[in-house]
């Protein structure tokens, strides 16, 4: 079964930075694309930033120039780089892999970890 877990949310105030981290574990040999997603209460879960494979990002319009998202597909870990951070950034960031080559391939999810960010 592959899990995975993130890490690295937190409080921060307006104008800070926070870097997010999510690493696969399990019986992994491949990830297609890792991305980030959020939800902010009341929402719905958006996507904030995504990568394939082979390194290709696409950004949200909202988080662009600010957000950075980087992989490392040896370790089956994405990152995500928050910096000037609004509250209007304020949600739980969950981190997604489509798994292709896996004893169990499939689309997986991260719990979530929680970014709030105050004025």
């Known amino acids: 079964q592959v899990q995975l877990v993130e890490s690295g949310g937190g409080m921060v105030q307006a104008g800070g930075s926070l870097r997010l981290s999510c690493a696969a574990s399990?019986?992994?040999?491949?990830?297609?694309?890792m991305a980030w997603y959020r939800q902010a209460p009341g929402k719905q879960r958006e996507l904030v930033a995504s990568?394939?494979?082979?390194?290709?990002?696409d950004y949200a319009d909202s988080v662009k120039g600010r957000f950075t998202i980087s992989r490392d597909n040896a370790k089956n870990t994405v990152t995500l780089q928050m910096n000037s951070l609004k509250p209007e950034d304020t949600a739980v960031y969950y981190c997604?892999?489509?798994?292709?080559?896996?004893?169990?391939?499939?689309?997986?999810w991260g719990q979530g970890t929680t970014v709030t960010v105050s004025s």
């Open positions: 990568m394939t494979y082979g390194g290709n990002p």
């Open positions: 399990g019986s992994v040999f491949g990830i297609n694309v």
């Open positions: 997604r892999g489509v798994v292709v080559h896996a004893v169990n391939p499939g689309d997986y």
